[in-house]
């Protein structure tokens, strides 16, 4: 069983199409497995391609591969579907990052191929911090599915799903998570301005600080969370004072439970 694809197409090499073609070949994809797809190459696309000898095509004209993988704006699938259709075989694997468009819509553009992975994943993807989740229709096989998860574990953390529709949740949870936590490192920076201390300094210890933590918990992995809230909260302590603000009716939890669903909710309407 090949560990990697032996042809692989990657049509749209954006921010995260870019990003996975990077952490591909970091990871051990030969160079010369990889062919990209993409009409205006950024400069490091172009540069990465030159220096690791990738072909990077601007129109398609390749055989079917083993991999399609689907790297463009949901919205630009229209134009796209017709261009790439004949690259979607039977034996081809159609690998999608696209959010919001299912198996179904896949399938009715790409008749001939069989095989669909639906992929979520998420911005630190970039840096190979993602979290990625992903859903495989039943023509999935073992080695296709292997693929996947060497595929998409290049970019960081990966999980397979069960049911399709629990992409709306891992939209809501992990592909707009990195904005609440830029939202939380905003409010925490305003927070520091109300009790007086200057906007710079405000800035640099909320920063300071979402990004310790993150680093913290990362680097104690096996300690939950809990357990890392409560090493820093002494009994009656100011600590405990902002904890109880948080953790009472209509705090922390409360919120985010109300902002997942609503983001859940415009996925699933968003979906087709
Ligand atoms: N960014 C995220 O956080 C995130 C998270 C989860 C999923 N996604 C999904 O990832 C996908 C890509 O997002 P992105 O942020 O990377 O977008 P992006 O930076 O705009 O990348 C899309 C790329 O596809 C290229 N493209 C357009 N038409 C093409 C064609 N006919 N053939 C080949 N390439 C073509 C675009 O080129 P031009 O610039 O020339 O149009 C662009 O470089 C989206 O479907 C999105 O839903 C993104």
Redesign the pocket.
Known sequence: MAEWPARLVL???????GAMAHGWLEAGLAASSLMI????PSPEIASLAASRGVVLATGITAPPPDVLAL????Q?LD??AP?IAALAAERTLVLS???GKTIANLEARLPEARAFVRA????PAAIGRGVTAAFANASVTGEQRRWCERLLGAMGAFYWLEQEDAIDAVTAIS?GGPAYVFALTEALAAAAERLGLPAELSMSLARGTIEGAGELMRRQGATPPATLRRNVTSPGGTTAAALAVLEGPGGLEDLMIRAAAAARARAAEMAG
Do not use: D, F, R
């Not at 979520?120 to 911005?123: I, K, L, R, Y």
């Open positions: 049509v749209g090499a954006g921010k995260m199409g797809v993409e009409p205006h790297a463009v704006k949901p630009s134009k796209v261009e990052i696209l959010a979520m994943p998420n911005t592909g």
